[in-house]
């Protein structure tokens, strides 16, 4: 079973429609980000969180909300999501004792 | 602010062709350098931690080093398996978590 999984994999979506991506993991890491991916700009960091009771905007946070709702959960929302937002979504965890992140296996996001 | 900077951008080799991706980076203190391969529709995959000039870290055809301002991936008579995006990330001294990506060099091995 992957230690990190995504869902859904793929979601197709109207402009204003709220959206929640969902992101679980088995590796036991504390640490937990939300990255998107668009072509010609890499992964950019959206949110990550230290533990349950820590939650902290990445570089690009506007128009996103998360919630870690436990040590091995969280999830990506969208309150209202925009044509913009169109993107491949990777969740990522790493441990406090080392550097690596690994990652899920994405969300693919259609806003239209 | 931190850079990566991936070179080429895109690379077509032929089989058996040995070759080396470029990663030029700008931190201010450079606590990690890191590797991952990317498979289309896929998340990244870890490869490689490089923390010092000097360090190398191999795996199977794979072989990753570090100077002070740039870090090659060098890829020993690829296979068309190898085939893939290749990333590579900058972690500052500063921070204990954020991670600067490049955009990527796309591979490809023909057979």
């Known amino acids: 079973d992957a230690d990190v999984t995504q869902t859904p994999r793929n979601r197709i979506t109207k402009t204003g429609k709220r959206i929640m991506l969902e992101c679980s993991q088995t590796k036991g890491h504390d640490r937990m980000y939300w990255y998107r991916q668009d072509p010609g700009l890499g992964l950019r960091l959206i949110y990550y969180?230290?533990?349950?009771?820590?939650?902290n905007k990445g570089e690009i946070s506007d128009g996103y909300s998360v919630s870690r709702q436990a040590q091995a959960k969280f999830s990506l929302s969208l309150e209202s999501a925009i044509p913009n937002q169109t993107a491949l979504y990777f969740c990522a965890t790493s441990d406090q004792s080392s550097y690596e992140q690994y990652f899920g296996p994405g969300t693919r996001l259609t806003v239209t | 602010e931190d850079q990566v900077t991936q070179s080429p951008e895109a690379l077509r080799l032929q089989e058996g062709e040995s070759s080396s991706l470029n990663c030029s980076y700008t931190v201010s203190g450079l606590r990690g350098l890191f590797w991952y391969r990317q498979d289309p529709g896929k998340g990244p995959e870890f490869l490689f931690t490089l923390y010092s000039a000097g360090e190398e870290k191999e795996k199977e055809r794979l072989k990753a080093t570090l100077t002070k301002k740039e870090s090659f991936l060098h890829i020993t008579a690829p296979k068309p398996e190898d085939s893939a995006t290749y990333l590579c990330?900058?972690?500052?001294?500063?921070?204990?978590?954020?991670?600067?990506f490049g955009k990527g060099t796309l591979l490809t091995v023909n057979p």
């Open positions: 969180s230290f533990d349950v009771k820590d939650i």
């Open positions: 990330a900058v972690q500052a001294g500063g921070s204990n978590y954020k991670l600067t």
